[in-house]
């Protein structure tokens, strides 16, 4: 006899079967509203699916960024907010925003492609290694177009290394789906699927909260060059990472350890051009 967790375990599953048969990646070839065609997937998120296209009006190579029918409104609602945001935006590190349109009941939006690998790639499928020096270099980068999207009154809420592309040694930040206007709070829906609930005061967005995952960035970078002593037990990063006392400071103020930057990337920004000098 099925338990009292029968039922909803099976409307579960038939969701889950749906959303694999509804989200399913479009074929190449397949031209979206006669204009895109595609040409590869780039990434699937949670609520939505990029491809390399071509725009036939102009021959130009572009981003397109697909709502998961699946996801319903709230996928909808925030490739809208996404748009939004990238509209507002005009900086050489951040994709521009092309086209935004609805086609066959789907949202979509249309930007700049940024041929290049993300970090994420240059990690995991080059096996790429980071010095210190080149870690502080490339977070030196990105703090332009983060300063400018938070000069524009939003935080990005998605720093990471698959959301960084570098293109001819430049750093290039892309994927708005989370970003937020400040003091804008979490949506609900989202707030759901996190696995560890964010403190109230965490809820609205605030610069500090991209700092916070700026310091995560450069500590996974970091990670990037190290090698475990065989039999060694794993250990705290402070610890496993021989860094300078500048940068171990950096780190333990970004991720919250000590008195924070508060949101100024014009102070960090300092920090890092002090330890280059000393590590050039």
Known sequence: MAGVGGPVELRRSWQKLLGLWTDRPRRKGTKIAGRYTIYDLLGMGSYGLTYLCTDEQTGQDVALKESKPSKGKL????LDREAD???R????AIP??????????????VTEYILGETLEQCIFDQGRKYTEQEC??????????????HEQGFIHGDVRIPNVILRDGQTHLID?????RMGEPLLPELKRRMRELPEPEDELAAPDQDLQDLGHFLLFMLYSAYEPEKGR???????ELKLTPGVRDMLERLLGLRPGYEGDALELQADIDRVLMKLR
Not at 144 to 149: F, K, Q, S, T, W
């Open 85 to 87: 945001v990238m509209n």
């Open 89 to 92: 935006m005009e900086h050489p």
């Open 176 to 180: 708005f789906g989370l970003a937020r």
């Open 96 to 109: 521009q925003l092309l086209d935004v349109f609805t086609y066959r009941a789907r949202s979509y939006i």
């Open 75 to 78: 996928a909808v609602r925030l």
């Open 233 to 239: 037990k794993p250990a705290s990063w402070q610890e």
């Open 136 to 149: 502080l270099e490339l977070v030196r980068q990105l703090l332009a177009p983060i300063m400018h999207v």
